[in-house]
Structure formats: structure tokens, C-alpha cells
């Protein structure tokens, strides 16, 4: 069965580390999202990619940066951790819009990466 | 500029009892509306979602929503609440193939 994982699912890092996230989706899904979900904000969006070599800034990029070199792969690296980037990350994918008459935006999720900056 | 509302932060329900989850969004056009849950600890999962047409849409687990235009909202129903339904639950609205999420609501489920 087609899957989005990411990995690793637990992170603590200190201060001032260069800190990168994966994400894999065997869905061949075009888009894929990097969000990040803290206590009273719901999820925000950081970046986001229609496809190989496309990257877009979401709502809250500064500090994070993603490169997208195939389909499956949408790492998110955090170039300078900060305390505030402590947060629970998640990765989601969906195929181009109207593609096959399919998913319709629908975005498939993967479990999480918890991530700690002391 | 897309966004969503979900004025209820925690909702406490006895099992068995009917629930609404309110969700009001603003979009500039016809919207693509989502229920997501989330389980403690866990991804989140597609409950339903409404492009067009019949305006009362099922989902999976037994939930239903409504779509109102004339009131910008989403509500999330379901007739019968079990423990297993405790979780946050999430409405979203689509744009450009971007999600933008509520704050979501914490549902707690008492015997």
C-alpha cells in the first residue's frame, strides 16, 4: 500500500544545530507540505512543493528551508535550530488538482516527527 | 485570504450523546471544506470533505456535515458519540491545493 512516512519520529537537538526531517511518499504524489502543529495554532503551513525542483514559502518559513529533487522526497531542514522551532512536524502529500478526477486537494498525512530544541 | 474558525476549543460529551462541532471559514470562492481527526499521538486522518452538490455529506465512523453557504459554516455532526471518538478534530479549507486549518477542538468523552 502506498505511504508517507517520516522519520526520524522523535528529535532533541540544542540550540544552534542544523537539524533535517525526513519525508517519503510512495503515493507518486505531485504536492507535498511541511507543517508544523503547536498548542493553540492548529497546524501552519512552512513550505510546500507542486513538484520536482518547485519550492513555495507557507505561512511560517522563516528559519526553515526544503528541496524538492524527486517525487517522493520532501526533506525540511531547520538551519539554525531556535527554542521556538520546538514543535510536532507533520509531512503531507496530494496529487495535482483534478489529476485523474481524484483527491480533489485531498492531503494524505504521515505520523509526525516530534521535535525538541534545548 | 482563506482561514477557519472552530470557536470551541474543548467540548466535553457524555457517550452516547449526539455532537456538533461548529467550523466557520472564509474563502473567496466555492471552498473545498475537510474533517480531519487526530488521535493522541498520531497523524491525521481524512473524516470527510465537501466539493460540491448534496450539501449534507457522510463520512466515515458515522460522522455527517452540512455545508451552509449563506452561513460560511461546516459543522461536524454525529448522532451517537462512543469513547473511541475522543480526539481533536480539525476543519480545513482548500485553496490553490493548500490546506489552511482551524485551531481545532479537543473532544473528551465522559462514561
Known amino acids: 500500500d502506498a505511504e508517507i512516512t517520516q522519520s526520524p519520529r522523535h528529535k532533541i537537538t540544542e540550540t544552534g544545530r542544523q537539524v533535517t526531517l525526513a519525508c517519503h511518499q510512495t503515493?507518486?504524489?505531485?504536492?507535498m507540505f511541511w507543517y508544523r502543529q503547536d498548542l493553540g495554532h492548529g497546524l501552519r503551513l512552512i513550505h510546500y512543493?507542486?513538484?520536482?525542483?518547485?519550492?513555495n514559502k507557507g505561512e511560517v518559513s522563516d528559519g526553515y528551508s526544503v528541496s524538492r529533487s524527486n517525487t517522493e522526497d520532501l526533506p525540511l531542514t531547520l538551519e539554525s535550530a531556535a527554542s521556538s522551532q520546538t514543535s510536532v512536524y507533520f509531512c503531507?502529500?496530494?496529487?495535482?488538482?483534478?489529476?485523474?478526477?481524484?483527491?480533489?486537494?485531498?492531503?494524505?498525512f504521515g505520523p509526525g516527527t516530534r521535535l525538541t530544541v534545548l | 485570504a482563506q482561514s477557519v474558525t472552530q470557536p470551541d476549543i474543548h467540548i466535553t460529551v457524555s457517550e452516547g450523546a449526539s455532537l456538533e462541532l461548529r467550523c466557520n471559514y472564509s474563502?473567496?470562492?466555492?471552498?473545498?471544506l475537510f474533517w480531519y481527526v487526530q488521535s493522541p499521538g498520531q497523524g491525521l486522518q481524512l473524516l470527510l470533505k465537501?466539493?460540491?452538490?448534496?450539501?449534507l455529506v457522510q463520512g466515515i465512523k458515522g460522522f455527517e456535515a452540512e455545508f451552509k453557504r449563506s452561513q460560511s459554516s461546516f459543522n461536524l455532526r454525529k448522532p451517537s458519540v462512543h469513547w473511541s471518538d475522543a480526539a481533536e478534530y480539525f476543519c480545513?479549507?482548500?485553496?490553490?491545493?493548500?490546506?489552511?486549518f482551524g485551531t481545532g477542538t479537543r473532544l473528551t468523552i465522559i462514561p
Open positions: 503531507a502529500s496530494s496529487s495535482s488538482q483534478g489529476a485523474s478526477g481524484t483527491s480533489y486537494n485531498e492531503q494524505f
Open positions: 503515493w507518486n504524489h505531485n504536492n
Open positions: 512543493s507542486y513538484g520536482v525542483h518547485d519550492t
Open positions: 474563502y473567496g470562492a466555492t471552498p473545498y
Open positions: 465537501y466539493f460540491s452538490g448534496d450539501t
Open positions: 480545513a479549507v482548500s485553496g490553490n491545493e493548500k490546506l489552511t
